[in-house]
């Protein structure tokens, strides 16, 4: 797979059916190995490993409804209370962030309504905080900290 600038972790593979299966630790089960399934499980990592969310407060990979459409969401970091605080749009290594991508992330947040987004591509990372009041959002220079 694609070197991607996220820190090295640790990660469990299998092969079945002449597929590479990798485990997801969310999802506790192996899925298909596909350019946006590794941004997306080194992102996981990353948001557990490194920023210190609790596992127990990641979803990765459910359907939401975005004007009456059925859209999947890629990860989605809950708050203790259960409100949303992180939604993360992956995509795969050879697919560019540029505003199609902010747009896709900025609808599905009209109904998630996270505090902080999170659009990468494996190689670039962009992180966003959201001011509801102004209906804009603002870059930050990295993901905030896991602090509870």
Known sequence: ??????????????????????????RKKFVVLQPEEWVRQNCVHFLIEDKNYPKSLINVEKEL????????????????????EIVVECKAPNIEIDQNVFDQIARYNLELKADVLMVTNGLNHYYCEMDFENERYHFLRDMPLYER
Request: aromatic share 16%; no cysteine.
């Open 1 to 26: 797979m694609h070197k991607l600038n996220f820190p090295s972790y640790q990660f469990r593979f299998k092969n079945s059916e002449n597929k590479v299966l990798i485990f997801d630790i969310i």
């Open 65 to 84: 409804k975005v004007n009456g459409l059925k859209k999947r969401y890629d990860i989605v970091v809950f708050k203790p209370n259960g409100e949303i």
